[in-house]
């Protein structure tokens, strides 16, 4: 346990986050407990649009794994951090470039701890920044999300959750001295999802991401540490 314990705050410390996922994965409307910490595997699949300054638009192909930790500080405040150690898809279509990239970020969540309904509300944000190459194409991307959501218990295993989100997306690719720039297509979207319990503090979850991404995330993650009475 003391390993996983170190290897978990030490993520959160370093504000290690996914490729071109800023934000929050989960629950905005459930209040973090002080002290509890969470480890988790992230799988991403779906697609993004970004475009060209000049208008141009180009559909981005994802398939990425991440991992995530959080760890609660009380008074609603949770601390996320995230690592990409490499993605799997990152593909533009019609193109045969396909670089695999390696990104990092973090953020926070907060959800007012004096909410005592089972429909709560909470606040996210987060900041990303990834890197790779392909075919001698550096590309770097810088991403800042905030998100709004409410959540709620429908029993003690089971939590439902949906918002809106806020993504603004700075791609960069450079190539034998030119650069391409590219941002997000549309910036505002929907997001919604489910959280199940299971015994012993592991759990699983599912996430769609509509309008600003088109995207489902599988989420299996561990939770250890002081918890809410139930």
């Known amino acids: 346990m003391k390993p996983i314990k170190i290897l978990t705050l030490s993520l959160v410390l370093a504000a290690a986050a996914s490729t071109l996922r800023a934000g929050w994965y989960g629950n905005l409307g459930k209040p973090a407990t002080y002290g509890r910490s969470t480890a988790a595997g992230v799988v991403d699949i779906g697609s993004r649009k970004l475009e060209t300054k000049s208008g141009n638009t180009q559909k981005l192909d994802v398939l990425g794994v991440s991992l995530q930790a959080t760890h609660g500080f009380g008074h609603g405040v949770e601390v996320f951090g995230r690592l990409s150690p490499q993605t799997l898809r990152w593909e533009f279509n019609d193109s045969s470039f396909k670089p695999s990239l390696f990104g990092l970020g973090g953020g926070l969540q907060w959800t007012p701890a004096w909410q005592k309904q089972p429909l709560k509300v909470g606040f996210g944000a987060g900041f990303d920044w990834a890197k790779g190459k392909d ?68 759990g699983l979850g599912a996430e769609v991401r509509l ?20």
């Open 211 to 230: 309008i600003n991404e088109q995207m489902v995330s599988l989420v299996g993650r561990y939770s250890f540490g002081p918890r809410t009475a139930e």
């Open 135 to 202: 075919n001698g194409t550096d590309i770097n991307v810088a991403e800042l999300s905030f998100a709004g959501g409410v959540g709620y218990a429908m029993d003690k295993s089971l939590d439902l959750y949906a918002g809106l989100s806020l993504i603004a997306t700075d791609v960069n690719l450079k190539n034998n001295g030119v650069k391409t720039d590219l941002s997000e297509n549309t910036p505002i979207g929907l997001f919604g999802g489910l959280n199940y319990r299971l015994p012993n503090g592991f």
